[in-house]
């Protein structure tokens, strides 16, 4: 890895350089970031197995977006090397497509980019793919004040040691006068799962100048979970509040509750998220891990699809992580996810923030994207999604997989359509006036593509995504990518509740986005028999977080952009339904699940299973060097 550019001095080694592609990122929605921005960042350098910290740098300050890709920046920095606030000033580019979705050079190191998401005119995002653990968050500046209550999460690192990290949720009311009443926070510190509280009378806050400050008073300890000042940003409507001290390095994220009692259907459509946490679980055994990441999720019917580009501060290189989840949300607008995460809905379902519980303290903030429409030929810029899991338009798309195009103005038969993929036709599988399924071709390259629809009434505009060596997706049944997996046993019957899977026997699980294979085949052709061809990537299996011996993993003999995945369910498996995850060396996807039968009912119950989830966790895997990192073009 490259230095950090601050103030002349190195922090980071070399990382290797990467062949650019010809292709370009879409530009088109660069004015989407245009004008003054209040901005924080805060970067966390892990050092150690034990997820204690090398050093961590915050930046408080403004950036001017020219609305044409080029941006002006001033801060004050706080570095831990350093141990007083300076000035630090820089420019820099950035590139947004029409989906909200870019990128902006980044103002930690030269060759690093912040990936990330706008909406509502906020740009939230992370450094993940240059290999630094950041939260980096933009809002249009020019609010007048703050005023009424606000649901806030915290996460914290005082100092190097992660046995003094924490998180707080609180709730902040602003009356108008300078006063927020009496805070009432919980959180946890260090991996103790026991809840702290903390009670703080007379804090004040002050907004002046479009930029505020919140004083909370007295000294941190190892005991409490806030004291002394932040620095306050506010969206311009009032209805997101973020920020941190300038003489640390915690970040805080808050939103307007919602009003009136709360469902499901308070979280709806698409959203882009970023975040940061820590998993202390081990932390007694010397073992945790810090995770930033930046990414998307679609909600509905109180199910998720989700996506979080992470990066592991030990493992240090990038992984696509895909899950889906159930949710319920209460009637104050609060659900809880399986990583043990508390989400808060913000007034108009806009924006949610999140706040880690018990072993993994942490904050998300999410923002509902916008809705997109066009004329004539449309392809959706956020539409392009793998047709078995459905995963948003964050996850690198990858040579091989079906993919669903969700768009408008198509044909309603596949008579003179194209999809290109950067310049090369795909084989088209299915084409309705709102959806076309395409296999992508083999010899796509990245690490951007550009896909077009061409059709006899017209031509799409382009859409670019990131490219990736792997993106598994498993089919399920019902299709959606949350679930029960398409699979089946040797026999050729189908793995249900009535005919389960047992430990020790094989099934086929049907998937997608496995790659490239050997030998290899010509696009829109049907997969052999003899020999069968084999993904080139290692793929893994694991059932009830049991790793599974893979037989085969490649494409399906007979079919089109469909891969079987055979394998052998570890014999230590539990009854029920239990999920099967499958990973990459760049990917890790845990949407499914399958029916197990003759196993133990007891098991292996871990302390990452809480009452009423399946265990599952997040993966812990170090891709091959070089595999899945994304560069600017």
Not at 162 to 185: E, I, K, P
Not at 606 to 619: F, I, K, N, S, V
Request: hydrophobic share 40%.
């Amino acid at each position: 890895m490259k230095p950090l550019r601050l103030f002349g001095f190195l922090l980071l080694a070399f990382a290797p350089a990467f062949a650019q592609d010809e292709v370009s990122w879409d530009n088109s929605g660069n004015s989407l970031l245009q004008g003054a921005y209040n901005y924080r960042e805060v970067v966390w350098v892990a050092a150690d197995e034990a997820g204690n910290l090398e050093r961590s740098v915050a930046f408080t300050g403004t950036i001017e977006f020219d609305g044409e890709g080029g941006y002006t920046l001033s801060a004050r920095v706080m570095d831990s090397r350093e141990g007083v606030e300076q000035n630090y000033n820089t420019t820099g580019s950035y590139r947004i497509a029409a989906s909200g979705f870019g990128f902006l050079t980044s103002p930690v190191r030269e060759d690093g980019s912040v990936y990330g998401l706008v909406s509502r005119g906020i740009f939230i995002g992370s450094s993940t793919d240059s290999q630094i653990n950041d939260l980096f968050i933009a809002a249009p500046a020019g609010a007048t004040g703050v005023e009424g209550r606000y649901r806030v999460a915290e996460m914290n690192f005082p100092s190097l040691t992660m046995s003094q990290a924490r998180d707080a949720l609180y709730d902040l009311n602003f009356d108008g006068q300078g006063s927020t009443g009496t805070v009432s926070a919980t959180g946890y510190i260090g991996g103790n799962a026991r809840r702290v509280s903390q009670t703080i009378n007379g804090a004040s806050y002050t907004f002046t100048g479009g930029t505020g400050a919140i004083s909370f008073g007295g000294t941190l300890t190892d005991s409490n979970l806030l004291a002394g000042s932040r620095t306050l940003f506010s969206s311009p409507d009032g209805s997101f509040i973020f920020g941190g001290a300038t003489n640390g390095w915690n970040m805080f994220v808050g939103v307007r509750p919602l009003s009136g009692a709360a469902s499901n259907d308070a979280l709806q459509g698409l959203y882009y998220q970023a975040g940061v946490d820590a998993d202390l679980g081990d932390l007694a055994s010397g073992r945790a891990t810090l995770h930033t990441y930046y990414g998307a999720f679609t909600a509905g019917a109180g199910v998720q699809i989700n996506h979080q580009r992470l990066l592991d501060g030990v493992d240090d290189l990038p992984v696509d992580y895909t899950f889906s989840d159930t949710y319920e949300v209460n009637p104050s607008g609060v659900y809880e996810d399986f990583l043990g995460f508390q989400n808060i809905i913000g007034s108009d379902g806009g924006i949610r923030i999140g706040f880690g519980v018990e072993t993994t303290p942490g904050i998300s903030v999410a923002l509902k994207a916008p809705e997109l429409s066009g004329e004539g030929v449309f392809l959706h810029p956020a539409g392009i999604r793998n047709a078995a899991s459905g995963t948003p338009l964050t996850v690198g798309i990858v040579p091989g997989e079906l993919l669903n195009l969700a768009g408008s103005g198509f044909p309603a038969t596949p008579d003179g359509v194209q999809v290109m993929f950067n310049g090369r036709p795909a084989a088209v599988r299915e084409v309705s006036p709102e959806k076309i399924v395409a296999v992508v071709p083999f010899e796509t390259q990245g690490p951007i593509v550009r896909v077009q629809v061409i059709t006899a009434g017209g031509e799409s505009k382009p859409v670019t995504m990131f490219t990736a060596t792997t993106a598994p997706g498993v089919f399920t049944e019902p299709a959606g990518g949350a679930g029960f997996a398409q699979a089946f046993h040797p026999d050729g019957s189908p793995v249900t509740a009535a005919n389960p899977a047992r430990p020790g026997g094989t099934i086929s699980a049907m998937a997608t986005g496995l790659g490239i294979v050997d030998p290899a085949i010509a696009d829109g052709v049907a997969a052999p028999e003899d020999p069968r061809s084999r993904a080139k990537a290692e793929i893994a299996a694991f059932v009830d977080n049991r790793r599974a011996t893979v037989e085969f993993a490649g494409l399906a003999p007979g079919l089109i952009g469909i891969y079987r995945i055979d394998l052998q369910i570890p014999q230590d498996v539990r009854n029920g339904n239990r999920y099967l995850d499958v990973a990459g060396p760049d990917s890790y996807s845990s949407q499914v699940q399958i029916p197990i039968a003759g196993a133990s009912t007891a098991g292996d119950v871990r302390a990452a299973e809480r009452p009423g989830r399946l265990l599952r966790t997040r993966p812990r895997m170090a891709p091959r060097p070089g595999v899945g990192q994304r560069r600017r073009p």
